[in-house]
């Protein structure tokens, strides 16, 4: 039940103990079905089921200037709708001094209030965004040139590294095998002057081998 819910009865209690006046409800008293605020996923704006959870709230000395006070259901972009109070014959002074009863003076809301700088003013995340977004493309773009400056340096290593590369040494069974299945006596003369370097005499080591 909405009525006995404990914050229903705890902000009711406040009313009753302490000098506030609830500007719709002291105007408006009979009135029923007026709500603030309504569940956009079910759809029940449409239909008004709802809650009246949004309150302008004065002090009771305030009552002789007390004009009007409404819910403006008419307006639409959130789930919930402004309420508006009209004050008359009040001379406005400023405070040099938070009032105690601001949230700000309780440890647990200490902090925790989004401020209306964050909802009205979006200039300045569009201007963050953009920002970003040109970071990211500058960033992109030093990578795109950092792989193009570094594959020249790459290739140059990699064709060092073919440069260095020792030729390959023949094995005895590899030169046995050319040897057999050579049948020019020209290739023959050229492969044993100039892979059999370390033997002293070239012919006689063609001996055991064929």
């Not at 002789?64 to 402004?82: A, I, M, Q």
């Not at 001094?97 to 989004?114: A, D, F, M, N």
């Not at 030093?142 to 020792?166: G, I, L, M, V």
Request: with cysteine; net charge positive.
């Amino acid at each position: 039940e909405w009525s006995s819910s404990p914050d229903r009865v705890l902000f009711n209690k406040m009313l009753k103990t302490t000098p506030l006046l609830d500007t719709f409800r002291h105007l408006h008293g009979s009135i029923k079905h007026s709500y603030t605020c309504w569940n956009t996923g079910l759809n029940a704006r449409t239909n008004n089921y709802g809650t009246r959870i949004d309150y302008i709230l004065i002090s009771s000395s305030l009552e002789p200037h007390l004009l009007s006070s409404s819910h403006l259901t008419e307006v639409y972009g959130s789930d919930h709708c402004p309420v508006v109070c009209q004050l008359q014959g009040l001379e406005v002074i400023g405070c040099e001094t938070i009032p105690s009863e601001c949230s700000v003076h309780y440890p647990e809301l200490r902090g925790k209030q989004t401020s209306l700088l964050a909802h009205l003013d979006r200039s300045k995340k569009r201007h963050s965004q953009e920002e970003g977004q040109e970071h990211l493309q500058n960033k992109r773009h030093s990578q795109q040139e950092h792989q193009t400056s570094k594959r020249p340096s790459q290739e140059k290593c990699r064709d060092s590294k073919q440069s260095n590369k020792k030729p390959k040494q023949m094995t005895l069974a590899g030169f046995k095998r050319v040897i057999k299945s050579s049948s020019c006596f020209i290739h023959l003369s050229v492969l044993i002057s100039h892979r059999l370097a370390p033997f002293s005499s070239p012919y006689s080591a063609l001996i055991p081998l064929l």
